[in-house]
């Protein structure tokens, strides 16, 4: 069965700072990537995909993964963070033999100070 | 164009009744998914609906569960009788077809305590 793993169960960094948070997954065959966000109070947000094509991906609010197959990894970085990135993040891998569902990472809860 | 709603958005019931949780997904939307995170672990996928017919209940945890969706529209997932372990947040989600399958939009979760 597929799994993914974040490896970072907590971040905390100051506004401005750069953030990785990294993403890998046990699955051979392919795939379809996704980071989803969720804020606090807030529903799960789709934050980036990755379907094909070039494997660096440009989501909202500045944030970006890259996609390195032979690492099975899909790591999200943003450059500069600001306090209102305070939120959890969710690695997500959807398997294209085994159907529509995802499988999730167990999140990183990010906080940001001001 | 309004989101996917669930309700309730909070349920604490006993061990041994009965809940029952709604999803409206996004209007036309013929993807249908239920996922549940118990705290402290991943979000799991629970099963998946196109229209009313259940393509995938791959997830679905034992025979207490059962999740509906007549009419290919709103779903149901009931827990009867619920227990302990069953506490969770409950995460509805919809897609629509074709190439925008995989696009999943989640719902904000029916948080459900048994105590």
């Known amino acids: 069965a597929q799994s993914v793993s974040q490896h970072n169960h907590h971040v905390i960094l100051s506004e401005a700072a750069s953030l990785e948070l990294g993403c890998n997954y046990s699955?051979?065959?392919?795939?379809?990537l996704f980071w989803y966000v969720q804020y606090p109070g807030q529903h799960l947000q789709l934050l980036l995909k990755?379907?094909?094509?070039?494997?660096l991906v440009k989501g909202i609010k500045g944030f970006e993964a890259e996609f390195i197959k032979s690492k099975f990894s899909f790591n999200l970085r943003k450059p500069s963070v600001q306090w209102s990135d305070t939120a959890e993040y969710f690695c997500?891998?959807?398997?294209?033999?085994?159907?529509?569902?995802?499988?999730f990472g167990g999140g990183t809860r990010v906080l940001v100070k001001p | 164009e309004a989101g996917v709603t669930q309700f309730p958005s909070h349920s604490v019931i006993e061990k041994g009744q009965t809940v029952t949780l709604r999803c409206d997904p996004i209007?036309?939307?013929?993807?249908l998914y239920w996922y549940r995170r118990v705290m402290g672990k991943e979000i799991k996928f629970l099963l998946h609906?196109?229209?009313?017919?259940?393509?995938?209940e791959s997830g679905m945890p034992n025979n207490r569960f059962l999740a509906e969706r007549t009419g290919g529209t709103y779903s149901t997932l009931k827990v009867q009788p619920a227990e302990l372990e069953d506490s969770g947040v409950y995460f509805c989600?919809?897609?629509?077809?074709?190439?925008?399958?995989?696009?999943?939009?989640f719902g904000p979760g029916t948080r459900l305590t048994v105590t």
């Open positions: 699955y051979g065959g392919t795939v379809n």
């Open positions: 990755y379907f094909s094509g070039d494997p």
């Open positions: 209007s036309g939307h013929d993807n």
């Open positions: 989600a919809s897609s629509q077809g074709g190439l925008a399958r995989f696009e999943q939009y």
């Open positions: 609906f196109v229209k009313e017919s259940k393509q995938d």
């Open positions: 997500a891998v959807n398997a294209k033999a085994a159907g529509n569902k995802l499988t």
